[in-house]
């Protein structure tokens, strides 16, 4: 992880540039970003497949973004893309909270309560498309959807009011079926009445106080009366959360905490005298991220990878402290490691691929390449593995194949005239009717007609 925004986990969304909101709704919205991680999305995503089938979704077509933001807040827009808050993760006391929510949500999108938005949505890039719901989704939660709104949305009034926010109605509809979910899936739903509880203590605050999600999820007590009744009668309702996902749980907070909390409060939390995994997790990032005492760090992370050789995040975290070091060398054995242990983590092998870059040998440029073109499969909407990529083929002197992928890069920042300008010059190096020749004329025209939208207002 790398919350400087250079290393392996930040993704920026520059909201406040793309959209031009109230005074209020940009100091809500400034520095918002998102956080790319392999443990804590695999985390979530393993907590939410199973709800996903339940409700009878597709879990490959439902977009999990984590949001750097301290706030309690997870919502659903643009169809299927889930956005939760790593507030909302840090705060939630036990795994059950978490999949309550993820649960609820789940119902918000298998109930197709926010599946239409306008034209300017529908049309926009994925990394656009997260930039302007992240944007609304600030103004909203701070009681003023106002300017943004209007400006992304065409000015329509109906799009503003329903954007982001959901009726009563609907939220006791996705109660239902998150109940139903979390049934068919034999977890109890304690979870979900012990989030609402907490919540309903809030209503009274104004809208500038209180969490973000009781501005977007109005809250009554009819639903946590209706919560509350279906536990009592649950089969499930003492059903405890596995070991693994309370292992998982403890382990993502843990992790979390330590990257976004001064060093002080994450000792404070998790002490010297704690000895338990997600406790020195915690404390070795700190060591390295927050005081740079890289050999602690180090010592912590050896010490965990020698009671557990077979977990690859702690070899990703060994690699990464000795990457960003400046010791690529010493770094290549802990993310081998950590690909090796998990080969169908796209996010693993890019880091894999970046630190065969950084040798800058014609062998390891190789390899980095085989590294890339596996990757990308999976993570091709990350416009920083296509930059990877772009590296890759360069070193080895394949540079229509650089100029397509910086194109790419550039379209999934919503840089348009630059996509179109590498585009072109693709076209130009590549041969005549391949397949990456004809892909870059589709980002050409893409961009040109990006570029020429945006500029006409």
Known sequence: MDMRGTGRWILSVAVAALLAF????????????????????ATIRDFATPLFHAAGLDPDAIDIYIVKDDSLNAFVAGGQNLFIHTGLLIRTRDPLELIGVIAHETGHIAG?????????????????????????????????????????LGGSNTAQRSF?????????????????????????????????????????????????YLNTHPMSQDRIAAVGAHMDRSEY????????????????????????????QTFRKYPEADTSVPARYARAVAYYDQLHELDKGLEIVRGLIKEFPDDPYFHELEGQILFENGRPA???????????????????????????????????????????????????????????????????GRLGDSALALAEQFARQGKWREAEGQAKRAQAQLPKGSPAALRALDVEE???????????G
């Open 22 to 41: 109230s005074s209020s709704s940009a100091a809500y919205a400034q520095g918002r970003s998102l956080i790319r991680d392999a443990e804590i999305e």
């Open 112 to 152: 197709g309560h926010l599946a239409r938005t306008a034209d300017a949505i529908a049309s926009a890039s994925n990394m656009a498309l997260v930039a302007t719901i992240l944007g609304l989704a600030a103004g909203i939660a701070a009681g003023n959807a106002g300017a943004g709104a209007a400006i992304a």
């Open 237 to 264: 309702r003492d059903r405890p959360a596995t070991e693994d996902q309370i292992r998982r749980h403890a382990r993502m907070v843990a992790k979390l905490y330590a990257f976004l909390k001064p060093p002080a």
């Open 330 to 396: 010493e770094a290549l054995p802990g993310y081998e490691a950590a690909h090796r242990l998990d080969p169908k983590s796209g996010q693993i092998e890019i880091l894999l691929a970046r630190c065969l870059l950084a040798l800058n040998t014609p062998e390891a440029d190789q390899r980095a390449l085989r590294h890339m073109e596996s990757a990308i499969q999976t993570e091709d909407d990350w416009s920083s593995a296509w930059r990877e990529l772009a590296i890759a083929y360069g070193r080895v």
């Open 164 to 212: 982001l926010e959901y009726s009563r109605t609907q939220e006791s509809a996705a109660d239902q079926a998150a109940l139903t979910y979390l049934d068919q899936t034999g977890q109890s739903s304690k979870g979900l009445d012990e989030f609402l509880r907490t919540l309903s203590g809030q209503e009274l605050l104004s809208a500038g106080r209180r969490d973000p």
């Open 446 to 456: 893409q961009a040109r007609r990006e570029y020429e939208r945006q500029k006409n």
